[in-house]
DNA sequence: ATAGGTTTTGTCAAGCTTTTGTACAT
DNA sequence: ATGTACAAAAGCTTGACAAAACCTAT
């Protein structure tokens, strides 16, 4: 249904198309557009409207209700309580979903990842997306990243830390979920949310996997997302800061030296930004497996530790961006 | 089935015969050739057009469309759409096709370049999003990497080394495209095909978008691609030829000291594979910008060097793997 | 279907009566059989054209093809591509054929010859691939082998001499055209045929595509060929000659080492078979240029001299098989 | 609903090359 | 019958334009 439902988006139609499609004409549903936001196509770059089959099943639905008799105020207003009692996109928050499915999903998921780890040994990129895909069909997204990909590649790291395989293995696998989890991140930006919040990796990091994980999970929960990689120098990212102004940034370190380097820029940014003259400080959250081996090194930065995994930290930013 | 596909694609119509067919003027046709790159005729030696029992499936169905009211735009973008889910090879080879779009292309890329930068600048992913999903919807994937992505990202570095943006933007920039073409390559990876061709950059190297596109094109042109991505131990790939035994590998390197690097690499896996008893060699091929700016650097390297950029590497291996 | 055809292909038509019976005039099919080798009549002893039923219907098929809109070369290549399939003899000899089409085709091979050669220097294997098969389906093999595949290695050759190009050149052209011509004949071996001819170069020699050029026109000639390639031991000759009993072998030398050699193994093998208890002594043909430069060497030879060319010596060949 | 803007798209023209039917001279 | 020649026909590319479609605002 996933699939049948893209494709119906990616069927755009042009004014004309819909007049014949509807029987309406043009001037009528632009001037519903104009007064009561129904429909609400979306444009070109020349800024033609484009209508998807939903707007058209819309222009048909309002069409019969005026032919009965109904105003077109009165229609759209019908239109929108029954669209609240059933609304489109029904994304439950991935916290309450993941309570309710975790049990259940692990034992499903465990035969796909199976086969995804066989089909990475394997180098067969198709077989593993395959398997993902399959997945992603039968379970939430958060589940799949949580309960797949990233055990994925924890068991081609024990296999190789292991002696199991070598570290080509671990770079095709780590290569294929961060393409996988770029393609989920493309897929889930919503137009506009909460935030932005700017997440990055600092000079010399280059273990992008989590943060993207997080950002992914931030982003699918309403968050805008300004997503830098890895490897930024910190000047850089302090005068992103000054020009975007976003109330949290997050940093993410996966060794020792970068989870020091990362506490010594966390400092330095808070003394640059609190100065009498900026009204602006951004809270800065960060992560990293490094911090969970050493809880040590978390006394060192100045900000909030996000927790042990994307999920966790997601939820934590949630709570602390709904408190500000 | 495989005659019978060969027997019909042998089937070549020229202009005069698809007017006869499709009941569609020859002026028409070739303007929707020059505007959306669809249909993409073969040529003879002497420039004339051939057309394939699949091209003029294809301008019936545009026909169809735009008698049922939609625009030629939509009724393009739709067809690509479907054709995204179940590809059929084109009929021009895709080193043909390139020449032949360019000219019209462009002009209808430059609002789309314009709009991706722009969107780029202000960190608006969904904006820069947008343009993209538009242009892929319009023109062949081929052309939207080569006129669309990899240009923003040219003049955006341009206007970092202006000092007009940021390395955030640049990095924002390259994180976008990278998971763009990630994502692509992701739709395009072929069931079986030829290959299969390892590609990697080695230890230290991190400059992947050049590799990745030249992936993606050879994975287009129905090639099996084996990615290990960034940063990769020369031990390891080694380890993993010997395992997987492709008949060429792909190396880039960006920078004068990695491509120093990639030489020594170059004539340590000739030495290391060039043994009495070793019956396997494979061929290593090499790109990087480093290499068109110095060309001098090439003679280091024990390997075949793939051209100035990624269309003409993915020709060039294309040729190579042919020819062997 | 065999005896109808045998029926049919011996009703004969002049001229005067294809015109009538088919509506196109004398001079357009001239022009078709100029150009494209199509059709391909008998001729009388007067030199006068013979068609059959069969070209009728071939003549037919065109003109019907021609008013649905196909050029009168894409109607051929059609019918080319079809037969290829479905194979039928043609009604002229090939012999006969070759001497007509000449003057023609060579005008329409001039811009083919010319791309082959560029796409050659370039190492362009599958630009000059591309540029054989376009000519393949427009023009009979035989036309294409003499007229494009050889004369181009003549060229490259010429330029080596005058040295406007590498050895690696001619190598390259060679070995291309060499796969070519392999092809070819793997496609032409007849199910079973007259013969089979035993066809090898000695020892130490090493050109061998005149004589592959031979057995492919004797193939398509009907006749069974054993192509044991160059430089064959004349031992291991003897051995497959005791074993295969041909009723001819075909030697082939380019240098007067070479010629010696070979004649010195025409007179023994002529020795080693003409005892009176061996009812079976093969008939011995040879050729190569060097006996065309240097008449002299054929007197050493116990054998057939085949005459200068690949199509002489098929023609030759066929009446020396068809008197025994 | 109309007016006054922009974008999209089918069609055409000019100037060129290639292809092909027909005519002519040998 | 053959080979050459030639001119009409068909194709190609670039550039342009005007009608159609679409947009906004009055």
């Not at 978390?298 to 927790?307: K, S």
Request: glycine share 8%; net charge negative; with cysteine.
């Amino acid at each position: 249904m996933g699939l049948f439902d893209r494709l119906r988006t990616d069927a755009l139609y042009n004014t004309g198309a819909v007049v014949q499609r509807t029987g309406v004409p043009a001037d009528t549903f632009r001037a519903w557009e104009r007064r009561y936001g129904l429909p609400a196509p979306a444009r070109t770059l020349g800024n033609q409207r484009l209508y998807s089959d939903r707007d058209i099943a819309t222009i048909d639905w309002l069409r019969d209700q005026t032919r009965a008799g109904l105003s077109i105020s009165q229609a759209v207003r019908q239109f929108r309580a029954a669209d609240a009692v059933d609304p489109l996109p029904p994304t439950a928050t991935p916290a309450e979903r993941d309570n309710v499915v975790e049990g259940g999903a692990d034992t499903r998921m465990s035969g796909f990842l199976d086969e995804v780890v066989r089909a990475m040994i394997d180098y067969d990129a198709a077989r593993a997306s395959r398997a993902v895909e399959e997945a992603l069909a039968l379970l939430p997204i958060e589940d799949v990243c949580l309960h797949l990909l990233q055990p994925a590649l924890y068991e081609i790291g024990h296999r190789w830390a292991r002696g199991e395989v070598g570290i080509s293995t671990e770079h095709f696998a780590s290569a294929f979920v961060i393409r996988k989890l770029g393609a989920l991140f493309n897929l889930s930006q919503p137009e506009q949310g909460r935030g932005p919040i700017v997440a990055t990796c600092l000079e010399g990091e280059m273990h992008e996997v989590g943060l993207l994980l997080t950002c992914l999970f931030l982003s699918r929960r309403g968050f805008s997302i300004l997503y830098l990689g890895p490897n930024l120098p910190l000047d850089d990212l302090v005068k992103t800061l000054r020009r975007v102004r976003p109330p949290l940034v997050l940093l993410s370190a996966s060794t020792p030296p970068a989870a020091v380097q990362l506490a010594a820029a966390s400092r330095d940014l808070k003394a640059h930004f609190s100065t009498p003259l900026s009204p602006y400080v951004p809270v800065i959250g960060y992560g990293g497996y490094v911090f969970v081996q050493h809880p040590d090194l978390r006394d060192e930065v100045d900000g909030i530790f996000l927790g042990r995994d994307a999920d966790e930290a997601a939820a934590r930013i949630d709570e602390v961006l709904a408190a500000a």
